[in-house]
Nanobody, 127 residues
């Protein structure tokens, strides 16, 4: 399975971006999908996740109320809509498919729970 993340770019603080993640050579069908990010010099951290078929979502505290994760199961694509962006949101954003589950828990998952990863898309928020 190959995941293609897109939609990153340079935006001013307070601006918005919409990231997309499309699957090829496989599918997101019946799997939870997560978004993670990694800032320079920092570890990869969880941002958001969505269950299959999309009834539940989970966010890290710092993006709650600003980011929304969604999925289009017909197009096999997952989205991360980001509003009110802050300089601290600057990072490479990765999408990933859960190893085996369609569900998501109540606490932030480890990246180890995800096996297929996109190449990442850079989001830069200027102050």
């Amino acid at each position: 399975v190959q995941l293609q993340a897109s939609g990153g770019g340079l935006v001013q603080a307070g601006g918005s971006l919409r990231l997309s993640c499309a699957a090829s050579g496989g599918s997101f069908s019946h799997f939870a999908v997560g978004w993670f990010r990694q800032a320079p010099g920092k570890e990869r951290e969880f941002v958001a996740a969505i269950s299959w078929p999309g009834t539940k979502s989970l966010y890290t505290d710092s993006v709650k109320g600003r980011f929304t994760v969604s999925r289009d199961n017909v197009k096999d694509t997952v989205f991360l809509q980001m509003y009110s962006l802050r300089p601290e949101d600057t990072a490479v954003y990765y999408c990933a498919r859960h190893r085996f589950s369609s569900a998501i828990g109540r606490s932030p998952p480890s990246p180890l729970e995800y096996d297929y990863w996109g190449q990442g898309t850079l989001v830069t928020v200027s102050s």
